[in-house]
């Protein structure tokens, strides 16, 4: 059973569901989401559909035929007008049957009667063709005095329909976006919107992080990309180095004489900037033997994945699932859940996500229970003279999740099961606090989660106190660090 998410334009009046939920129910569809609020939005219906896939074409088809499906992104011009109209019986009529003759949507109206002859009926218009605005207003005029107001879309009164049409707008010249990449990206802030209001959220401060999310990231492209990187010895034969840039994941190449082994590669949309940062560091890194490793199969980790075909990318039984997922349009793991669904889908979007094809994937262990409360081992990973243990969590913070521990050397990578937020730079902190928001948490189980903090912070205390010094940790976010005290994650 397929899913499709149909970002519909309807008339404000009665029937307008019901004629969509008809077409729907007349395919075998099923409603899996549907939302609309007057308040902010007063034509936008948003509606998820499970159905086959020819069920879908269909259902699509029929929508589109009666004018309901959004085929473009239209700006629609708002305006305030002050009407003097009679205080007597029907005197509004006649504005109204302009408004309507000019397809004019009315986004607020609002008037009291005092003792004056006359009332001043403040109209807010949603108007599609901004080339009617002078002959619809020379129209009202030949009936009754007409004022224009000074207005702006921030005014709380104001139909908040330009609240997804600019935001809309804003992101596809931003992210050079598709029509329907577009409407996708609308589509799945609504839907962010839609819990968050449930919760008691502003729809402006959801619409606020939401921006916020897009332009940090857009923000350190190309030449403004700025990232530090770490470079530790490890042994005689192994060096690490931790690249940690503004926005995503930190990218850890180990690097030996023979191979270079790397564990994570943060988002997608940073591919070209990295791979510069990759030829410095390395200047034979076109030739060298790679292999990937991933912490957890979230889309800030894994966005450098495809853009290497012929390299190995190994990875537990539950993160080849999680990718299988993604390639064919199934909710993954951080997708079970409203909460995490609609910010998964705009961090794909903006950060330009492909999944790795699963052929390339190999597979590290076979018999893992699909649930568990501890660390499990489920494989190793050589390099240099440096043998590490791959340790499988219990998914507190996304299902699949590992970490990476050499006794020897004193190290541990964590990824998000512990990260090193007192390390953060003003940047990375103002970052790293949109995805709580619009989540409420980064984690999809935080009992788990807590519990398995706590068993890798065993982990990494015992490795400290056998090799008598204490052990690095390399989270999956700010700089390599040290674990003091067995209670916070301080500076290197």
Not at 131 to 151: F, G, M, Q, R
Not at 319 to 335: C, H, I, K, M, T
Not at 352 to 369: A, E
Request: hydrophobic share 40%; net charge negative.
């Amino acid at each position: 059973m397929a899913q499709k998410s149909f970002v519909t334009s309807v008339p404000d009046q009665s029937g307008t569901f019901l004629r969509a939920a008809g077409i729907i129910a007349s395919h075998d569809g099923n409603i899996a989401r549907v939302s609309y609020n007057k308040a902010v939005d007063l034509h936008t219906l948003f509606i998820d559909v499970q159905a086959p896939e020819d069920k879908l074409l269909q259902i699509e088809d029929e929508l589109s035929d009666i004018g309901y499906l959004k085929k473009k992104i239209t700006e629609t011009r708002v305006i305030e007008v002050s009407v003097k109209i009679p205080d007597k019986p029907g005197a509004v009529l006649p504005v109204l049957e302009i408004l309507n003759r000019y397809n004019v949507n009315i986004s607020y109206m609002n008037s009291c009667a005092d003792e004056n002859p006359f009332q001043e009926f403040k109209f807010g218009l949603l108007i599609e063709n901004p080339k009617i605005i002078k002959t619809l207003l020379d129209h009202i005029s030949k009936i009754y005095p007409i004022d224009i107001i000074e207005c702006h879309s921030s005014e709380e009164n104001l139909d908040n329909t330009v609240v997804y049409i600019r935001l809309a707008n804003e992101m596809q010249k931003l992210l050079g976006l598709s029509t329907e990449k577009t409407m996708q990206f609308i589509s799945e802030s609504n839907r962010i919107l839609q819990v968050l209001e449930s919760g008691g959220e502003n729809a402006g401060k959801v619409f606020d992080h939401i921006r916020r999310f897009a332009y940090s990231v857009n923000r350190w492209r190309g030449d403004a990309f700025q990232v530090n990187i770490q470079k530790i010895n490890l042994s005689n034969l192994v060096t690490l180095f931790c690249i940690q840039p503004y926005c995503g994941s930190n990218t850890y190449v180990l690097v030996s004489e023979e191979e270079v082994v790397l564990i994570d590669t943060g988002f997608a949309i940073y591919a070209e900037e990295m791979f510069h940062i990759f030829n410095n560091l390395f200047p034979d890194w076109n030739t060298r033997t790679k292999k990937f490793y991933i912490t957890h199969a979230d889309v800030d980790h894994c966005g450098l994945l495809f853009k290497f075909q012929d390299a190995e990318i190994i990875v537990n039984q539950k993160s080849a699932e999680n990718f299988r997922r993604q390639v064919e349009g199934l909710p993954d793991y951080r997708e079970q859940t409203a909460l995490h669904l609609g910010y998964s889908k705009i961090s794909q979007i903006i950060s330009g996500y492909v999944p790795p094809g699963v052929n390339r994937l190999k597979i590290l262990d076979s018999t893992t229970p699909e649930e568990h409360d501890s660390l499990l081992p489920i494989g190793r990973m050589a390099i240099g003279d440096l043998d590490f243990t791959i340790l499988e969590g219990s998914g507190g913070h996304l299902y699949g999740e590992m970490i990476y521990c050499c006794r020897k050397a004193g190290v541990v990578f964590t990824g998000d099961i512990l990260v090193n937020i007192s390390g953060f730079s003003q940047e990375r902190a103002e970052f790293n606090s949109l995805a709580p928001y619009l989540m409420k948490s980064v984690n999809v189980d935080s009992e788990k989660a807590r519990h398995m903090r706590r068993q890798v912070t065993e982990l990494i205390q015992e490795i400290s106190n056998q090799n008598m010094k204490p052990c690095l940790v390399c989270g999956g976010h700010g700089p390599v660090a040290k674990l003091v005290d067995g209670k916070i994650l301080a500076k290197e």
